[in-house]
Every structure is written in C-alpha cells, then in structure tokens.
C-alpha cells in the first residue's frame, strides 16, 4: 500500500493538472472559435460522465487540441513522447500546452509501443474518463479516409463502453503537413450520436469482431465527414 505522503503529493499532482486543464480551457477555448472560426455540433451526443472513446478521423497535428477544445468533457489523448522532451521556448509551449490538456506521453519506437499505447489508453477508460483515438493511425495525405485498424475495436471491447464518432474538416487548412506556423481558416467538429456493440462484449480477442466493430466505427466517421474513402477494401493489420 502507498504511503500517505506519495497518495498526497498525487493528489497535489492530480489536482495541479485539474486546474492547468481549467485555465487551458478558459484561455484557449474562445481563442481558437475566434481564429479558426471552430464550428462545433454534436456536443450532446458526448456522455456527460462515465468512459468513452472518441473516434475521429485525422487531418492535422492540432486536432489533438481542437477536439479537446470542443468536446464538453476532458478528453485525453496519447501524443509522441518527443512533444514532452523537446528542448527550447517552443519545447516548452508544446509540452506546457500538451499537459494542460491532458496529452499522456507514449513512447513510438520500442517493439510494445501499440500495445502499451493501447494499455495506456485502457487506463484512462478504466478510471471511467474520455478517450480521444485516430484509427487511421496517422494523418491523411490526400484529405481521403483510410480504413481504421482494429485497436480502437479492442479498446471498445475490453472496457465495454460507447465510441462517439467525431468528424474534423478545415484541420489541414490550418495546420497542413509540413507547416511551421498555423493559418486561419474555419474549423469544423462534428460529435455522432455513440456507438455500442453489445452484440460482440467480451470478443475482444476475436479478430473478425475487431474488424466488424472498427468498420461500423469508420463508416459512422466518413458519413460525418463525407470523406472519401482510401484503401478499404485491403487487408489491415489488427493493431
């Protein structure tokens, strides 16, 4: 059993994150539907409490903190562990910026990284918060929709709860591949009414499951979206 003192500095440390989150939010939130003009629809269909996932296509770095912006809950994503490392005034901002909304740093590069990402996010799930996932696993190139690997199916699966579909546009526009400084443009999110899958509880390991549920996910992403779609119908790997 941990000491006292270790469940109290936690605590401090929990409770320093809290605010850090509150104050990002109070400062960032009306900042970023003044510049990017942020258009946000859906906003019911997030569960008020208990854990979920948020599912989203992905055009830009920063829909990791757009989507989090307009979510009505805190959501927590996973982001590379190099954001957190990074040295300079600009290593610090992102860092500083990540953290106060909630970023979890992961390692990229180790031969477990997908599964302890997907141990990491489980965690987060467990403690009955939000969860915000690409199943694509990478940005688009070319604004088209890739074909979701199956671990956001397992994730889904293993803890029992819904899956939000979220849609982005206008991402890309503001923040393109390779771009150093962001441009204005009008941002757009999208929160689909959840997802659940009752019919497949407890067949987490069953790989035709995965790629049903993951399907049924992606489908509901590019009807919000209206993405067209890249490569659906060649085999994925499973995580």
Known sequence: MPAAGTDRAGARRSGGRGVLYGVARFVLRPLSRAVLRTRVTGQENVPATGPVI??????SFIDSMVIPLSAPRRVRYLAKAEYFTT??????????????LGAL????ETSRAAQAALDTALGVLHDGDAFGI???????RDGRLARGKTGVAWLALTAGCP???????GTDRVQPVGATWPRPHRVTVTFGPPLTFPEHQGAARNGRARREVTDRIMEAIAELSGQEKAGWGEPREVA
Do not use: D, I, K, M
């Open 54 to 59: 948020l599912a989203s296509n992905h055009l």
């Open 134 to 140: 690409y199943p694509e696993g990478t940005r688009s």
């Open 87 to 100: 040295p300079g005034v600009g290593g610090w901002f992102t860092r500083t910026l990540f953290s106060a």
């Open 163 to 169: 899956v939000v579909p979220v849609a982005v546009s």
């Open 105 to 108: 740093p992961v390692e990229r």
